[in-house]
């Protein structure tokens, strides 16, 4: 039996078998990294072809595959078509780029551009599809993170946004803000909590991050006044300007307004009260000593703007359309003539 261990007497055998395990273990590498570029290829055709249409060859794409002008070159091309609004194109462009051969890292990015093409033209499904291609190959992509949950929010299942959420805090540290916003929608939006329940939770969200103040007190003073009035931070005032104004006058608290400058010359401005003579800001000034003539053809109109770029909008939100920063809004006052309603009988 000795004679089948020959280790133990040859020295070379040793260096052999060491040599065999080396060529086994290299093979199974390179066949592994070959099966999973094939893998990968495979996964990004089918992609694809789920958007292909039936006269898929248009003369963009065709271009693409046939000219020799470099990457960088189409890609500057679908940007700047992506900035004129032709989403159509720019995203041709992008299918034609994705199925050349290119650096892993090269479809990674074309991907993402693509993702976040059909994401402003408004193909939600299949912006989450790109993003979801992109996190099968690289699961550490914050940008694709970001734009899954924004998809998730528009398509109300912030239960899902909240789970992208957390394995977005694995990768990098967030303000936190973002996640009570999507823990705050989630309840606003859970059919089987009452009024109550999601003022309750409005609240203690409120006095314990001091975070949301427009989306927190927007909801209160739509549903619940007194209670919006009982736990009012006056310091919202001017943000929340435009939910003031447009509040009934029995669901105003005179007590509060009394006591706080810029609420005297809101609603003196508006005519509920008479507390103030005069206001620093143009508009409130200007309604004020309009109503001591007794002219009520003037009002306030509102727009918004992002605290963070600066963005105008003429209706409220919560999260800015155009950077994705929550709670940045300000209320922007403007004059306007007053519409009155003319109810005719047509008999």
Not at 43 to 55: K, M, R, V
Not at 69 to 77: A, D, F, I, R, Y
Not at 245 to 263: C, H, K, Q, T
Not at 327 to 344: A, G, Q, W
């Amino acid at each position: 039996m000795n004679t089948f261990f020959i280790e133990f007497r040859d020295p070379l055998f040793g260096v052999i078998v060491f040599f065999s395990l080396l060529f086994v273990i290299s093979f199974l590498s390179y066949w592994w990294g070959r099966h999973k570029a094939t893998k990968e290829t495979k996964e990004l055709e089918n992609f694809l072809g789920q958007f292909d249409e039936p006269s898929s060859e248009t003369s963009i794409a065709s271009q693409v595959d046939e000219n020799t002008t470099t990457n960088e070159t189409w890609l500057l091309l679908a940007q700047g078509l992506e900035h004129q609004g032709n989403f159509e194109k720019s995203i041709e462009i992008y299918h034609a780029l994705l199925r050349k051969k290119n650096d892993k890292l090269v479809q990674k990015e074309i991907l993402l551009k693509l993702g976040r093409d059909y994401f402003k033209a408004g193909f939600l499904e299949r912006s989450r599809q790109s993003f979801l291609q992109i996190l099968q190959n690289h699961p550490r992509t914050p940008q694709a993170l970001h734009h899954l949950i924004l998809i998730y929010e528009h398509l109300q299942q912030f239960g899902d946004a909240l789970d992208v959420m957390e394995s977005l805090n694995e990768i990098e540290k967030s303000s936190g803000c973002e996640k009570l916003y999507l823990e705050a929608r989630l309840m606003l939006t859970n059919p089987k909590a009452s009024v109550d329940e999601k003022a309750a939770f409005l609240i203690d969200l409120y006095t314990q991050n001091s975070k949301l103040g427009y989306l927190v007190f927007e909801y209160l003073f739509t549903h619940r006044p007194a209670l919006a009035w009982s736990h009012f931070d006056q310091s919202l005032s001017p943000r929340l300007a435009d939910i003031l104004w447009r509040l009934s006058p029995e669901n105003i608290d005179l007590d509060i307004i009394a006591g706080n400058g810029f609420l005297r010359e809101l609603f003196s401005a508006k005519g509920v009260c008479d507390l103030s003579q005069s206001s620093a800001i143009f508009e409130l000034d200007t309604l004020i000593t309009l109503r001591k003539c007794d002219n009520n053809k003037v009002t306030l109109q509102f727009e918004y703007v992002c605290g963070g770029c600066h963005h105008l909008s003429f209706f409220p939100f919560h999260r800015c359309g155009q950077c994705h920063a929550i709670d940045t809004i300000e209320s922007v006052m403007s004059l306007e003539k007053e519409r009155f309603e003319d109810y005719n009988s047509f008999q």
